[in-house]
């Protein structure tokens, strides 16, 4: 069965400053997709950034970034120039095309 | 291009009363997906549809949940009885099957309190 993990509950940033998001993940499949998504506090889950487990080369979306790291099983999100408009739950998932799985989520708290 | 429309927003009712959501997927999608979300977790799938037919119904507790998609298009998912333990969100999402995996559109949720 696929698993995602994400260890830290709570995270917070100090504006324009940059913070890592971790998560973990467990899969037998060759093939598949990892997802960061945000939800702010009206509910609406966002996809932030995807990153295809084929290929090497980090996925990047403006200010977000990710390190995968495919042998260690671990996608972390990295936020560049936080700001107060990135205060939201943070929920990494996993699909691979039968199953779709979400971790437990960060939430991040941006400090002015 | 119009997103994911569930209705209604919120919805209160007491245990043991029936309750019924509805979800309108992004237009083309063909992949719709029910999750709840219990507070400060992630959500959890109950059920997903592919077109018109249901291919991962392994979470949904069948005693109590029902779900369809008659057209491949509009959903519904209904709880008979509603119990204390069902005071959720309940998130539809849809996504296209062009490629492996999908990236989920999702709508702003129900919030069903159960009293």
């Known amino acids: 069965a696929q698993t995602v993990t994400q260890s830290q509950p709570e995270m917070s940033v100090q504006e324009a400053e940059t913070v890592t998001l971790s998560c973990t993940y467990d899969?037998?499949?060759?093939?598949?997709?990892l997802f960061w998504y945000k939800q702010p506090p009206s509910r609406q889950m966002i996809l932030v950034i995807r990153?295809?487990?084929?290929?090497?080369q980090n996925a990047t979306e403006n200010r977000f970034s990710v390190n995968f790291q495919k042998a260690a099983k671990s996608f972390s999100l990295k936020i560049s120039d936080s700001q107060l408009g990135d205060a939201a739950m943070y929920f990494c998932?996993?699909?691979?095309?039968?199953?779709?799985?979400f971790g437990p989520g960060t939430r991040l708290s941006v400090l002015p | 291009e119009a997103g994911v429309v569930q209705s209604p927003r919120y919805k209160i009712i007491e245990k043991k009363q029936p309750v019924a959501f509805w979800c309108n997927p992004i237009?083309?999608?063909?992949?719709l997906y029910w999750y709840r979300q219990n507070l400060g977790q992630g959500p959890e799938l109950l059920i997903r549809?592919?077109?018109?037919?249901?291919?991962?119904d392994s979470q949904l507790p069948k005693d109590r949940f029902s779900a369809e998609r008659l057209k491949g298009v509009d959903s519904t998912l209904k709880i008979q009885p509603a119990e204390l333990g069902d005071s959720a969100v309940y998130l539809c999402?849809?996504?296209?099957?062009?490629?492996?995996?999908?990236?989920?559109?999702f709508g702003p949720g129900t919030r069903l309190t159960v009293t």
């Open positions: 998932a996993l699909g691979d095309g039968q199953n779709f799985v």
């Open positions: 899969t037998s499949e060759s093939d598949y997709y």
């Open positions: 990153q295809e487990a084929y290929k090497q």
């Open positions: 549809y592919e077109n018109e037919e249901a291919v991962d």
């Open positions: 237009s083309g999608h063909n992949t």
């Open positions: 999402a849809s996504s296209t099957n062009r490629g492996l995996v999908y990236e989920q559109y």
